[in-house]
């Protein structure tokens, strides 16, 4: 017998890469190309940091304030953490504890298995359909299930549904799934908990948050990652019936009281007040996005219409992995998977319309020659 029998053992998630190497095209890990709002800096500058003697506020209340104030939602049903992988791995294990499986799509954020994992909660991964949406029917009436005749406990509970998570839209496709589809999923599913991951809402897709007033076992997650350009400050935040969010503050809690550090909170609350820097800059990205998708559908590429800061498209006469490798050697780096069903696929970040001019004119090098 070896202490190693009883390690916790998981297959970690693998971050898109972040090279050191300076004058490289990263469209890599979706991150936003335009600097925070100008208040951010402003306030960086003259921290005082004899303050960092203190612990901070183990209850986040100026960022929770802020975005509370922001979407104007009472600050009992805001929670935040360090990225919104932090709130979602705390959502996974406040909320899926029983020992029927979670259901998300077997292409999504690869995030989701590795935390089933890592705190050993069943889970079922529902096939996209051949177009990539999401297959509704599928989470719908499932957690209802009487016990269905003939059928062992083993099997029925397979029928069953122990808490649901749909990032929307979708990543890596860029799909979104209508509100109307995300609410029939929500109403389907009383008895459990629907997470819907909205780490891309904010360039185009419509958002569940007015549903939490609605519906008690919904969890709507968002991050400052990608369309407040933050990522490196680490900040998540998800809105939830006041129940709900109890609940995750009461996990969170137990766990580690001061997530967020000072500078985090405040330059964070900052950023979430600038609305004016936050539209110009989404715009922006968005206009970027759609010039992208012409240039690309002129160069025969192929891909589903992306409502995020991403493209994930392939091209027919090339494959993706040649692609990749050929754009890694022009100093441009992207994201691709092995996996079977997505293994043509590029995914293409979003970054200024200088650097998708140069994406394109190297991709438009690699497809002619
Ligand atoms: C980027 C991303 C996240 C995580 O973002 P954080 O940086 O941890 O806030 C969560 N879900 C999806 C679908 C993402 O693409």
């Given at each position: 017998?070896?202490?190693?029998?009883?390690?916790r053992?998981?297959?970690?998630y693998?971050?898109?890469?972040?090279?050191k190497?300076?004058?490289?095209i990263?469209?890599?890990?979706?991150?936003n190309p335009y600097p925070?709002?100008p208040?951010?800096?402003?306030?960086?500058?003259?921290?005082?940091?004899?303050d960092?003697?203190k612990?901070?506020?183990p209850?986040?209340?100026?960022?929770?304030?802020a975005?509370?104030d922001y979407?104007?939602?009472?600050?009992?049903?805001?929670?935040?953490?360090?990225?919104?992988?932090?709130?979602?791995?705390?959502?996974?294990?406040?909320f899926f504890?029983?020992?029927?499986?979670i259901?998300?799509?077997d292409?999504?954020?690869?995030?989701?298995?590795?935390?089933?994992?890592?705190?050993r909660i069943?889970?079922k991964?529902?096939?996209l359909?051949?177009?990539f949406?999401?297959?509704?029917?599928e989470y719908?009436?499932l957690?209802?299930t009487?016990?269905?005749?003939?059928?062992?406990?083993?099997?029925?509970s397979i029928?069953?549904c122990g808490g649901?998570?749909?990032?929307?839209?979708?990543?890596?496709?860029?799909?979104?799934?209508?509100?109307?589809?995300?609410?029939?999923?929500?109403?389907?599913n009383?008895d459990?908990v629907?997470?819907?991951d909205?780490?891309?809402i904010?360039f185009?897709?419509t958002?569940?948050l007015?549903l939490?007033?609605?519906?008690?076992?919904?969890l709507?997650v968002?991050?400052?990652?990608?369309?407040?350009?933050?990522?490196?400050?680490?900040?998540?935040?998800?809105?939830?019936?006041?129940?709900?969010i109890?609940?995750?503050?009461d996990?969170?809690?137990?766990?580690?009281s001061?997530?967020m550090?000072?500078?985090?909170?405040?330059?964070?609350?900052?950023?979430?007040?600038d609305?004016?820097?936050?539209?110009e800059t989404?715009?922006?990205?968005i206009?970027?996005?759609?010039?992208?998708?012409a240039?690309?559908?002129?160069?025969?590429?192929?891909f589903a219409?992306s409502?995020?800061?991403f493209?994930?498209?392939k091209h027919?006469g090339?494959?993706?992995?040649?692609?990749?490798?050929?754009?890694?050697?022009?100093d441009?780096?992207?994201?691709?998977?092995?996996?079977?069903?997505?293994?043509?696929?590029l995914?293409?970040s979003i970054?200024?319309?200088?650097?998708m001019?140069?994406?394109?004119?190297?991709?438009?090098?690699?497809?002619?020659?």
């Amino acid at each position: 017998m070896s202490w190693e029998e009883n390690v916790r053992k998981v297959v970690p998630y693998t971050p898109g890469e972040q090279p050191k190497i300076k004058n490289i095209i990263k469209l890599n890990t979706n991150e936003n190309p335009y600097p925070p709002a100008p208040a951010v800096e402003m306030r960086l500058k003259e921290m005082d940091v004899s303050d960092f003697r203190k612990y901070p506020d183990p209850t986040c209340s100026v960022l929770v304030d802020a975005i509370a104030d922001y979407y104007n939602v009472d600050k009992k049903k805001v929670f935040v953490g360090v990225g919104s992988d932090d709130v979602l791995a705390m959502a996974f294990l406040t909320f899926f504890n029983s020992d029927k499986p979670i259901l998300f799509p077997d292409i999504t954020y690869s995030f989701y298995d590795v935390w089933a994992e890592l705190f050993r909660i069943p889970y079922k991964q529902i096939p996209l359909k051949d177009d990539f949406s999401i297959n509704v029917d599928e989470y719908c009436n499932l957690a209802n299930t009487d016990a269905i005749d003939g059928l062992s406990v083993a099997e029925d509970s397979i029928l069953k549904c122990g808490g649901i998570v749909i990032a929307n839209p979708n990543a890596p496709t860029g799909l979104e799934l209508g509100l109307n589809a995300i609410e029939k999923i929500i109403a389907s599913n009383p008895d459990v908990v629907v997470i819907v991951d909205e780490a891309y809402i904010d360039f185009g897709g419509t958002s569940a948050l007015p549903l939490i007033d609605k519906y008690d076992n919904l969890l709507v997650v968002q991050t400052f990652s990608k369309s407040r350009s933050m990522a490196g400050m680490r900040i998540g935040y998800a809105f939830g019936s006041e129940k709900l969010i109890k609940y995750l503050s009461d996990a969170k809690f137990s766990f580690n009281s001061y997530t967020m550090n000072m500078p985090t909170l405040e330059l964070g609350a900052l950023a979430v007040a600038d609305k004016t820097y936050f539209d110009e800059t989404r715009n922006k990205i968005i206009a970027t996005r759609e010039r992208t998708k012409a240039s690309l559908k002129e160069l025969g590429f192929e891909f589903a219409d992306s409502k995020t800061n991403f493209i994930f498209a392939k091209h027919p006469g090339k494959s993706g992995k040649e692609i990749f490798d050929e754009l890694r050697q022009r100093d441009i780096i992207v994201r691709r998977w092995d996996a079977e069903r997505i293994k043509e696929y590029l995914r293409i970040s979003i970054g200024t319309d200088y650097e998708m001019d140069k994406l394109i004119a190297a991709l438009k090098n690699i497809i002619e020659k």
